[in-house]
C-alpha cells in the first residue's frame, strides 16, 4: 500500500484556519498508477504546543487538534471524490521537546475527535519517539510498499522502513 504524508504533500501548507488545498498533482499520479487505496503517516508535533497555549517565534498559533482532524477530513472527502479510499491513517503526536502531559493531552483529543466523526477504518495515535518519522513504525505498521513525502525526515522513514520513498515538491497551494 502507497503510504503518503499529509502537510506539504497531499494538503497544501495553508494558513491557520484557512480552508486546506488538495494537491491535485499527487492525486492525478495516484490515480494514473492505478492507486485506489492509501494510509496517511503524519507528524503532527505542533499539537501539544497549541494544548499548552505557546506560540511559534514568528507569534503565530500552533495548529490545533480540531484544525487537524478538519485537515484530514477534507483530504478523506478529496480523495474519496476520485476513488481512493484512506484505508488507514497514522499519526504521531510526539514531539522531542513537548511536555508528556500535553503530547497526552493532543492524543486525547485527537482519537476522540475521530471516534466522533466516526471514522472508520484502521487508525491509530501515538505519542512516543520511535513512532515519530523519521522512525519507521507508522509505515511499517500500514505494510508501505512505498512513501510519498516532502521532507528528508520523510525519506528517512521511507529507508529505514527499507521501502522506496517519491519526492513530492513540497506543496503551497
Known amino acids: 500500500m502507497i503510504a503518503i504524508d499529509l502537510d506539504g504533500t497531499l494538503l497544501d501548507y495553508s494558513p491557520e484556519g484557512a480552508r486546506p488545498i488538495a494537491n491535485w498533482r499527487v492525486i492525478r499520479d495516484l490515480l494514473r498508477r492505478g492507486c485506489h487505496q492509501v494510509a496517511i503517516a503524519t507528524n503532527q508535533g505542533g499539537l501539544p504546543w497549541f494544548v499548552l497555549g505557546a506560540t511559534r517565534q514568528d507569534g503565530r498559533p500552533y495548529p490545533s487538534p480540531a484544525q487537524f482532524l478538519n485537515r484530514l477530513a477534507v483530504v478523506n472527502g478529496v480523495l474519496r471524490g476520485y476513488g481512493i479510499t484512506v484505508a488507514a491513517v497514522r499519526v504521531c503526536v510526539y514531539h522531542p521537546r513537548a511536555d508528556a502531559t500535553a503530547i497526552q493531552r493532543a492524543a486525547l ?16 495515535v ?8 523519521p522512525q519507521p513504525l507508522m509505515l511499517r505498521s500500514v505494510s508501505a510498499t512505498e512513501y510519498w513525502g516532502d521532507s528528508d525526515e520523510d ?9 522506496p520513498f517519491v519526492r513530492v515538491e513540497r506543496f503551497f497551494g
Do not use: F, I, L, N
Open 155 to 163: 525519506e528517512g522513514a521511507a529507508r529505514a522502513a527499507g521501502v
Open 109 to 124: 483529543e485527537v482519537r476522540a475527535g475521530m471516534q466522533r466523526a466516526a471514522m472508520t477504518g484502521d487508525w491509530h
Open 126 to 133: 501515538y505519542t512516543t519517539a520511535r513512532a515519530r518519522k
